[in-house]
């Protein structure tokens, strides 16, 4: 009899310590500042993407987002002010693309989204859910400013890496940013 109510107390203990340690690494994979993936985990998931669209011969996009005058505000009106305008773009991004898709932080003030088994043309329709949303925070919510994000999207194929997927979506943002 004793050794099995020990038993069951041992396992009832893993199994809290399992949950505290799953808890932890989900965590621990996520950007404190914004609550999306962190740099590492996007990467990590973006690569098995990559893997996965190999295999499946599947389309997959990215958009690279840049927050647009983070710089001026958070001079202006303070880096609390620029970590919500952060906090917010990415609570925006998060809840306006597909449920399979995913954001995660890039840098400072620059966040990967990627928009698994879609196309550049469907990537650019569900994109417009999130231009529309920040369009609609603009008008709702006084700010002494506009949000504002530049995007360019990069489609992958299997013949480039993920720094030229990077590379290329970066470029096509700068592109789109100065017209």
């Not at 231009?131 to 013949?159: M, Q």
Request: glycine share 6%; proline share 1%.
């Amino acid at each position: 009899m004793g050794i099995d109510s020990d038993r069951r107390l041992l396992i009832r203990i893993i199994k809290k310590q399992d949950a505290k340690i799953a808890k932890l690494q989900r965590k621990l994979a996520l950007d404190f500042g914004t609550g999306v993936l962190n740099k590492g985990q996007g990467f990590f998931k973006l690569k098995k993407h990559m893997e996965i669209c190999n295999k499946r011969n599947q389309p997959m996009t990215i958009a690279f987002v840049d927050v647009d005058n983070l710089k001026k505000i958070n001079d202006r009106f303070g880096h609390c002010e620029g970590d919500k305008l952060l906090n917010r773009i990415a609570t925006i991004i998060r809840r306006n693309i597909r449920e399979y898709d995913f954001v995660f932080r890039y840098g400072g003030d620059e966040f990967i989204v990627v928009f698994r088994n879609a196309d550049i043309k469907k990537a650019e329709e569900i994109w417009e859910r999130v231009k529309r949303r920040i369009y609609e925070e603009n008008i709702r919510r006084r700010r002494p400013y506009t949000i504002s994000i530049s995007v360019g999207f990069a489609g992958y194929t299997d013949n480039i890496s993920l720094q030229e997927l990077i590379e290329f979506a970066d470029k096509n943002m700068y592109r789109n940013k100065s017209v």
